[in-house]
């Protein structure tokens, strides 16, 4: 018979010395803690556990390890390269499609998605500033097709609603110039 004994958990150089850095000393502590959890979570998935839930429960860890890393490294100070690469926004990538447009006609592209994005926000000034709507005009004098149909149906209708509700504000006013500068080019 053998016989079982209780495992020791050997001590690490920082837990031994008193005056070793605190944060050293909590970060060990933490690895320790995590190494243990693992051994008894490694130690359940070898009890009976069916291949699928063998499969469930690897990935489980390796996604706990992984936040833990990053936590780690969020602590350290350290950025990810996926948080040092900033995507533009759909604003930036719609008025680069537009200059793009305007600019380079030749090797420009029709991209429907920035269209659209053009579209619902052009009466927009803070999302389309006044140096980008004058060739958003322009670009619309090719529009063509259900997009011209729908354009000019929203903006008669944006009309009528601002006409209806009889406010003066003067966010409202430029918005309103807008839509029939947009009436006027596509009627």
């Known amino acids: 018979m053998k016989k079982k004994g209780k495992k020791t958990k050997r001590l690490t150089a920082a837990e031994q010395d008193p005056s070793a850095n605190e944060p050293d000393l909590k970060k060990q502590k933490a690895e320790g803690e995590e190494e243990e959890e693992e051994e008894e979570k490694e130690g359940e998935m ?8 063998k499969r469930t429960l690897e990935r489980k860890l390796k996604k706990e390890r992984k936040k833990e890393q990053k936590k780690l490294m969020r602590e350290a ?15 930036e990538l719609a008025l680069e499609y ?3 447009w305007s600019e380079n006609p030749k090797e420009w592209k029709f991209q429907k998605t920035r269209q659209t994005w053009l579209l619902l926000h052009m009466y927009d000034k803070d999302k389309v500033p ?21 354009t000019v149906q929203k903006a008669e209708a944006l009309v009528k609603e601002y006409d209806a509700s009889g406010t003066e504000d003067p966010s409202l006013l430029e918005k309103r110039e807008r839509i029939r500068n947009v009436l006027q080019l596509l009627s």
């Open 46 to 53: 070898n009890q009976e556990l069916t291949p699928e839930e």
């Open 77 to 91: 100070g350290v950025v990810s390269k996926k948080e040092e690469i900033k995507k533009p926004s759909g604003s």
């Open 98 to 100: 537009l200059m793009s």
């Open 130 to 150: 006044k140096e980008y709507f004058s060739i958003l005009l322009r670009y619309l004098e090719g529009l063509q097709g259900s997009a011209r149909t729908i």
